[in-house]
């Protein structure tokens, strides 16, 4: 019997299918390389914005047909999605042929729902309060290569005005340090080269646990394991990056010199309507910090174009502070008005606007990465092989310690070393180089 899962959105999602590979694998299932071939279909579903939304209704649909000539395969909605107030039984009217419609603080269920499922009616099982701590209980099957994922919280309370997060991952949960500890261990004993801490608001991990542990103590002491890897985390929010975890990052030797600190805009009126609690000033602060103590660094930012009411000196501003940071890569998104949330109600700006200002601020962005590549030419990084580069045969690929893809040439037996590699091309966002000696 064979599961295969299409996940949608962010790394969070990404490591919450390999939890539901895992519990699928656990009951005698292996992974199959489409839907034909699978006997049970899981979209593990994520509603941030309204395109991820729409991708997944596409999909979704699209097997109707499959299911009318295949009855016995099972389909599994999962995710953000069926999280929404209401979204559950929306997803079941439009689908009528979807088996099991699972809440994200339910996913534990999903073994016993496969094995059960013989009935004719969809199953719903969503509730709205998040009991099971999920990375403990779960069995993970990893499928990110050298790289696994540990969650380190849960949950986020910032309440951002555009942001429908809160209302479906509910209020933040922090893991404790030693469970964290030991996932971290497990990993580095299984062989794996990198470990990405994953948490909507990292920053925050372990205020709710009032305990004295702190997101600095978490990163020293797992820095502090010996053995070669390196370390990574996500998310973080500027009003709580603080100075302590910059310096634990600067004098560590194994976190990366990679921050992805959200903007999201460059204008103080609109960052205050977005509850952001920061200034452009205070994070123009944060980066001078960052980049003083890591001049190597690479920030990476997610930047929205079009919330309610910006205007086009907002945008202009925004411009202003990427020329002014100089991210060396940003992920740039429409603001799509999320049902419930503080900004939905606020009178919205046209879509010709949002769509102009989108694709001045990717320009600007691309042609800032590509002066940053330019940068990289002719020097010496170290690099963790990754994966194949499949655009270019015979080669592979990995990240500097600031998070840039290079392109070398090199056979898969590469994937998991760490090699020192001179820059010898530089093409936009993509670096190509040689390799000068083995590392580890
Ligand atoms: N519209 C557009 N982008 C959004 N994001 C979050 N909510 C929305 C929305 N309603 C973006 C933010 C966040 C990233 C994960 O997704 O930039 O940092
Ligand atoms: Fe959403 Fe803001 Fe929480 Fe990030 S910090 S998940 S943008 S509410």
Redesign the pocket.
């Known amino acids: 019997m064979k599961y295969f899962i299409t996940t949608y959105g962010c790394q969070m999602n990404v490591h919450e299918s390999e939890k539901i590979a895992g519990m699928l694998v656990d009951i005698g299932y292996s992974s199959a390389s489409s839907y034909e071939d699978a006997d049970i279909i899981v979209f593990n579903t994520c509603c941030i914005r309204d395109t991820a939304e729409k991708r997944a209704f596409g999909n979704i649909g699209a097997l109707k047909s499959l299911k009318r000539t295949h009855p016995d395969k099972i389909i599994v909605v999962v995710g953000c999605m069926t999280q929404q107030k209401g979204g559950a039984e929306a997803l079941a009217a439009k689908f009528p042929f979807v088996d099991i419609i699972l809440g994200t603080n339910s996913l534990d269920r999903l073994p016993i729902l496969v094995q059960e499922k013989r009935i004719r009616k969809t199953v719903i099982s969503v509730a709205s309060d998040p009991t099971v701590d999920l990375s403990l209980e779960l069995p993970i099957y990893r499928t990110s290569g050298t790289n696994a994922w540990i969650n380190i919280m849960y949950g ?1 309370n ?3 005005t555009y ?1 429908i ?2 209302y479906v991952r509910g209020r933040e949960r922090s893991r404790a340090i030693g469970d964290v500890i030991a996932d971290v261990k497990q990993v580095l004993s299984e062989g794996y080269k990198e470990i990405t801490l994953l948490g ?2 990292v920053d925050s991990y372990g205020s709710d646990l009032q305990d004295g542990t702190n997101f600095a103590l978490l990163l020293k002491e797992i820095s502090a394991i010996p053995g070669k890897f390196r370390l990574r985390f996500m ?1 973080s ?1 500027p009003k709580d990056f603080d100075r302590e975890v910059i310096d634990v990052i600067a004098s560590s030797n194994n976190i990366c010199h990679n921050i992805h600190l ?1 903007i999201q805009s460059g204008s103080n009126e609109i960052l205050r309507r977005m509850n952001r609690k920061y200034t452009v000033e205070q994070y123009l602060s944060i980066v001078d910090y960052i980049k003083e103590k890591m001049p190597d660094v690479g920030i990476t930012s997610d930047i929205m174009v079009g919330f309610p009411g910006e205007t086009e000196e907002d945008f202009l501003e925004t411009c202003d502070l990427v020329r002014k940071v100089r991210f060396s890569n940003a992920f740039t998104f429409i603001y799509s008005p999320r049902k419930g949330t503080p900004a939905a109600s606020m009178e919205q700006i046209p879509s010709d606007v949002k769509k102009s200002r989108i694709t001045r601020l990717v320009k600007l962005q691309n042609d800032i990465t590509k002066e940053l590549s330019d940068e990289y030419l002719g020097n010496t990084y170290e690099i963790l092989v990754e994966d194949v580069n499949p655009k270019y045969p015979g080669t592979v690929c990995g990240r500097t310690d600031s998070g840039r893809l290079v392109t070398i040439k090199g056979e898969p037996s590469l994937i998991g070393s760490f090699l020192d590699v001179k820059i010898t091309k530089s093409r936009s966002a993509s670096l190509f180089g040689e390799i000068l000696s083995k590392g580890e």
């Open positions: 986020c910032n309440y951002c942001c997060v809160p909507q608001n998310t929010h959200p």
